[in-house]
C-alpha cells in the first residue's frame, strides 16, 4: 500500500556488497505522516498493517488547507474486498460505512526490479545516534499509470522509514512512517463495527500503501 517530508543529512557508506530489494516485517503498527500536494493537505495517522492477512487499519487526522481538521477511522479487509469507514470528526456523527473495494493488497515492500541508490545514515554515523538506511527508486505500471517511486528501509530489518511516489496526476506523495513496533496490540483491531451500512461508495478512502 505509498508511499519525505524531512530533510535528511546522508552520509554514504561504502559497502562491499550491494544491498538488495527486500521484504518488511509481516505485522506491525506504526505512525504515518503523509503530505499529498495535489490536494493540498497532510494526513497524521495510526497505522495498523497485516500482511499475512492482508489487512490494514488507519485512524487518520487529516489537514487541509485553510485550517479544516477531519478524523476518519479505515478498515481495510483487503481478501474480503471490503472498505469500512467510521466518521470520527467533532462534529461527526460517527456513523460507520461499508464498501466494495477491489484495490489489490501491496506489500510494504521494496519490489524485486527496484534498483539500490545507495546506504546512508539518517542523523549521524556515531554508534546510537543515527539510524542506517539503503535507499532504492524504480518505477512500475499501476492500472494503466506509470508510477516512479523512491523508497528508503532500515538497513537491519527492511522496516520502512519514508517513500515518495509520483504520477502525472496526483504529484508525488510524501510518506514518512514512525514509532514502529512489530507485532499487533490487540488482535481485534481490524474487527469492523457490528453496524455499517451498505453504501456504493465510501466517499473519501484512505493512503493506499
Known sequence: MYAFAAF?????VVNAQRPEPCEGPKVWEGKLFQVDHSKNFSILGKLSYDASNERVRIIEEINLSGGKRYFYDF???YREQRLYRVELSINGTGKCVVSEFKESFRPAEIPKDAKFATEAYIGASLPEVGVLVNIFYGKEERKGVTVD????VTAEGCIPVSSVVYT???????????DIVLGIEDPERFVPPSSCEQVE?????PMHL
Open 168 to 178: 502525472q496526476k496526483t504529484g508525488a506523495i510524501h510518506s514518512s512512517f514512525f
Open 149 to 152: 517511486y523512491v523508497a528508503t
Open 201 to 205: 461508495h465510501s466517499g473519501r478512502i
Open 75 to 77: 478498515i481495510i479487509l
Open 8 to 12: 535528511l543529512v546522508f552520509a554514504v
